[in-house]
């Protein structure tokens, strides 16, 4: 029984670290951040430069980041009848070039916010969920250009 001494300390240890790397710095990016939810809505109040207000966001909301992720991976493959990874490339090569710095510097916190709460999601992930409207006529566009029929509800 002695033994368990030191492997009780080192368990102590270990979790009293996971709590740490679990909650935010209170000097860090969500200092002047909060979430609080009201009457059925989810009320966040963000503040700082754009990269922090993703930042902000991503952490604050990244449960239902998580899960708006997966409907939209399931509504663009099923819907637009395209593998995610054409709408990570389109996120890509189509749509970031036309996106602002501000706007880049927004998205990019957002990922790193997810990052920071264990959310497996890129860049191309969350450019592609913004423009997922977009798709529709994307898909279409293309589909025209090379004289396919378009693909149904686009």
């Not at 998580?66 to 990874?85: C, F, I, M, N, Y």
């Not at 389109?90 to 706007?103: D, H, L, R, S």
């Not at 990052?115 to 969350?126: E, Q, Y």
Request: charge should be negative; glycine fraction near 12%; include cysteine.
């Amino acid at each position: 029984m002695k033994q368990s001494g030191p492997l009780l300390a080192l368990l102590v240890v270990v979790c009293g670290v996971g709590l740490l790397m679990s909650k935010p710095d209170p000097a860090g990016p969500i200092a002047n951040a909060s979430r609080a939810e009201k009457k059925g809505w989810i009320e966040v109040r963000l503040e700082g430069s754009p990269r922090e207000l993703g930042y902000q966001h991503g952490w604050l909301l990244f449960a239902e980041i998580e899960d708006a992720l997966q409907v939209t991976r399931l509504s663009l493959t099923h819907d637009g009848k395209r593998d995610w990874d054409f709408s990570r490339g389109a996120a890509k090569t189509v749509f970031w070039p036309g996106i602002p710095p501000e706007y880049r510097g927004e998205l990019e916190g957002i990922v790193e916010g997810l990052t920071a709460r264990g959310v497996k999601a890129d860049i191309w992930d969350i450019v592609a969920h913004n423009a997922q409207i977009e798709f529709g006529y994307y898909t279409a566009w293309l589909d025209r250009q090379s004289g396919k029929p378009a693909a149904s509800g686009a």
